[in-house]
């Protein structure tokens, strides 16, 4: 990565001494989040069960969460000034969520015989029994982890610099490699050649899940979504340090195909699902160049060769699986238990945790619906659910509060329409993949959902203020090592 270049806020400067070294500690602390962010599917390869055990994984991802805190705190500190007061508002959100989550921890033993209704499990998808008291320290701690990146965004409010495009084009470069090395080990799996960690369980067999180095299909489906994302916004931006590899749109177009393909054969059904409403989304405002390729020869041998690339590769994935992908698609398709909300079956026992919490929740006393019991009794596959079950009506308006403010803060700053486009399709598949899944309960797709608003606050030039707000006002220095990417002020181009 580029060193970053010290940034100074308009009438203020770091004359030597305590703000410099604090300016210096924040630039050094961001890389090394920024880092972390890059190298986290790499190190995730081998993963196991989590179980709610403590593993390596765990731990890098608090020690990011501190330095992406300790971060913006040195920024502060040198700038002598406040985060915007957006940001500023986010972080008391998440301050008044901790001091619930303290609050529902001197309150497990009162609440006994109510949290002794969650100890019925009819089917195995509720998950395991969690203590108290060492679950709801663990949840505020996976709160802060989840949300530290927010930190790095108020660092970027107030020193563009540090965030230029070409800084997180070589972080997004990292993540991709390590999105293709899972993608080649869950195509072995389905080869037969690695064993799988995460079956379907169905009377009388168990299909095999493909998810790479991870236990779970989930944690592949959330980074091949990701993946295909920057491929899209980033563009031929997307190059590892010294411009090396350059992704022409061929390689970007072969590493989308790549991702989708791993995201079916993984069999995660809402990976799939928003796999394609990325592609779906993006493609969508390439029509016009489309349309307008095909009225010149060369144009059309172009897209006559990209289709029939496509398809063959796609013939050659089917000859060589054969079998298995026929029979892996079938369950897929057919294995979806029941389609109705309200039975206990649908979505394969979903329907009976949401209708067993809303009982649980009709018996509960006034102090549980304001601030929730403190952590996930069960597991409740929908993230807005599992928020009014862990912080209370309290903490569901503070968490939307933080998303919906960022969605505003970083839309505000969005100077090309393809900025905003790429934001909205970032945000539809944050809440497409709530619905029956837990996004916020993840850390590292919290961390790639506010990187990717990184990169499009990037890819606009600058992250300064819109008009008539007053609280960021640091201006960009353009140094020799610290310069935004001159392509960083044409907006996105997707593909």
Same mark, same amino acid.
Request: charged fraction near 15%; charge should be positive.
């Given at each position: 990565m580029d060193s970053p270049a010290p940034l100074t806020a308009p009438g203020t400067r770091l004359?030597?001494?305590?703000?410099? &070294?604090l300016d210096r500690a924040a630039g050094h602390l961001a890389t090394a989040a920024l880092a972390l962010i890059a190298v986290k599917p790499l190190l995730d390869i081998g993963e196991r069960d989590a179980g709610g055990g403590v593993d390596l994984g765990v731990l890098l991802s608090a020690v990011g969460a501190g330095c992406m805190l300790a971060a913006l705190a040195a920024a502060v500190l040198a700038a002598r000034r406040l985060p915007p007061r957006p940001v500023q508002a986010m972080l008391l959100a998440l301050a008044l969520l901790l001091v619930v989550s303290g609050f529902s921890y001197l309150a497990a033993g009162p609440r006994a015989d109510l949290l002794a209704l969650f100890d019925?499990? %009819?089917y195995p998808i509720y998950g395991p029994r969690l203590d108290p008291a060492t679950a709801i320290p663990a949840e505020a701690v996976?709160?802060?982890?989840?949300?530290?990146?927010?930190?790095?965004?108020?660092?970027?409010?107030? %020193?563009?610099? &540090?965030?230029?495009?070409? %800084?997180?084009?070589?972080?997004?470069?990292?993540?991709?490699?390590?999105?293709?090395?899972?993608?080649a080990l869950a195509w072995l799996q389905v080869a037969g050649v690695v064993p799988y960690s995460f079956y379907f $369980?169905?009377?009388?067999?168990?299909?095999? *899940?493909?998810? !790479? !180095?991870?236990?779970?299909?989930?944690?592949?489906? &959330?980074?091949?979504?990701f993946s295909v994302f920057l491929c899209y916004v980033l563009g031929d931006r997307l190059r590892l340090p010294g411009d090396r590899l350059r992704l022409t749109p061929l390689r970007r177009y072969a590493l989308i195909g790549l991702f989708v393909a791993t995201g079916a054969v993984s069999l995660h059904r809402l990976t799939i699902g928003c796999l394609l409403v990325i592609v779906a989304a993006f493609e969508a405002r390439r029509l016009g160049a489309l349309r307008a390729n095909l009225r010149t020869r060369v144009g059309r041998r172009r897209v006559v060769a990209v289709?029939?690339?496509?398809?063959?590769?796609?013939?050659v994935a089917v000859a060589l699986a054969g079998d298995a992908v *026929? $029979? %892996?698609?079938?369950?897929?398709?057919? $294995?979806? !238990?029941?389609?109705?909300v309200r039975s206990d079956t649908f979505m394969h026992g979903r329907g009976a945790i949401w209708n067993d919490v809303a009982r649980v929740l009709h &018996?509960?006393?006034?102090?549980v619906w304001l601030f929730g019991f403190g952590y996930e009794p069960w597991d409740m596959h929908n993230d807005l659910l599992r928020v009014l079950v862990v912080w209370g009506v309290v903490g569901l308006v503070a968490v939307v509060g933080i998303v919906a403010g960022l969605y505003v803060v970083v839309r505000r700053r969005c100077v090309d329409p393809a900025q905003r486009w790429a934001l909205g399709v970032l945000y539809a598949v944050f809440v497409l993949f709530g619905l029956t899944q837990k996004p916020m309960a993840y850390p590292y797709f919290m961390w790639l959902f506010l990187f990717g608003q990184?990169?499009?606050?990037?890819?606009?030039?600058?992250?300064?203020?819109?008009? !008539?707000d007053d609280t960021v006002t640091a201006d960009v220095e353009r140094g020799e090592e610290g310069r935004l990417d001159e392509a960083s002020t044409a907006g996105v181009r997707p593909g």
């Amino acid at each position: 990565m580029d060193s970053p270049a010290p940034l100074t806020a308009p009438g203020t400067r770091l004359g030597g001494g305590a703000p410099e &070294r604090l300016d210096r500690a924040a630039g050094h602390l961001a890389t090394a989040a920024l880092a972390l962010i890059a190298v986290k599917p790499l190190l995730d390869i081998g993963e196991r069960d989590a179980g709610g055990g403590v593993d390596l994984g765990v731990l890098l991802s608090a020690v990011g969460a501190g330095c992406m805190l300790a971060a913006l705190a040195a920024a502060v500190l040198a700038a002598r000034r406040l985060p915007p007061r957006p940001v500023q508002a986010m972080l008391l959100a998440l301050a008044l969520l901790l001091v619930v989550s303290g609050f529902s921890y001197l309150a497990a033993g009162p609440r006994a015989d109510l949290l002794a209704l969650f100890d019925i499990r %009819r089917y195995p998808i509720y998950g395991p029994r969690l203590d108290p008291a060492t679950a709801i320290p663990a949840e505020a701690v996976r709160l802060l982890v989840s949300f530290a990146p927010v930190a790095l965004i108020g660092m970027a409010l107030m %020193r563009p610099a &540090r965030f230029c495009v070409r %800084r997180l084009a070589v972080v997004a470069a990292v993540v991709l490699a390590g999105a293709v090395v899972h993608c080649a080990l869950a195509w072995l799996q389905v080869a037969g050649v690695v064993p799988y960690s995460f079956y379907f $369980e169905l009377p009388g067999q168990k299909i095999g *899940r493909a998810s !790479g !180095g991870y236990y779970h299909p989930m944690s592949l489906g &959330r980074l091949l979504m990701f993946s295909v994302f920057l491929c899209y916004v980033l563009g031929d931006r997307l190059r590892l340090p010294g411009d090396r590899l350059r992704l022409t749109p061929l390689r970007r177009y072969a590493l989308i195909g790549l991702f989708v393909a791993t995201g079916a054969v993984s069999l995660h059904r809402l990976t799939i699902g928003c796999l394609l409403v990325i592609v779906a989304a993006f493609e969508a405002r390439r029509l016009g160049a489309l349309r307008a390729n095909l009225r010149t020869r060369v144009g059309r041998r172009r897209v006559v060769a990209v289709a029939a690339g496509l398809v063959a590769a796609g013939g050659v994935a089917v000859a060589l699986a054969g079998d298995a992908v *026929r $029979e %892996r698609a079938g369950v897929a398709l057919t $294995e979806v !238990g029941s389609l109705d909300v309200r039975s206990d079956t649908f979505m394969h026992g979903r329907g009976a945790i949401w209708n067993d919490v809303a009982r649980v929740l009709h &018996r509960s006393t006034p102090d549980v619906w304001l601030f929730g019991f403190g952590y996930e009794p069960w597991d409740m596959h929908n993230d807005l659910l599992r928020v009014l079950v862990v912080w209370g009506v309290v903490g569901l308006v503070a968490v939307v509060g933080i998303v919906a403010g960022l969605y505003v803060v970083v839309r505000r700053r969005c100077v090309d329409p393809a900025q905003r486009w790429a934001l909205g399709v970032l945000y539809a598949v944050f809440v497409l993949f709530g619905l029956t899944q837990k996004p916020m309960a993840y850390p590292y797709f919290m961390w790639l959902f506010l990187f990717g608003q990184l990169v499009i606050l990037s890819l606009g030039g600058a992250t300064g203020a819109s008009s !008539g707000d007053d609280t960021v006002t640091a201006d960009v220095e353009r140094g020799e090592e610290g310069r935004l990417d001159e392509a960083s002020t044409a907006g996105v181009r997707p593909g």
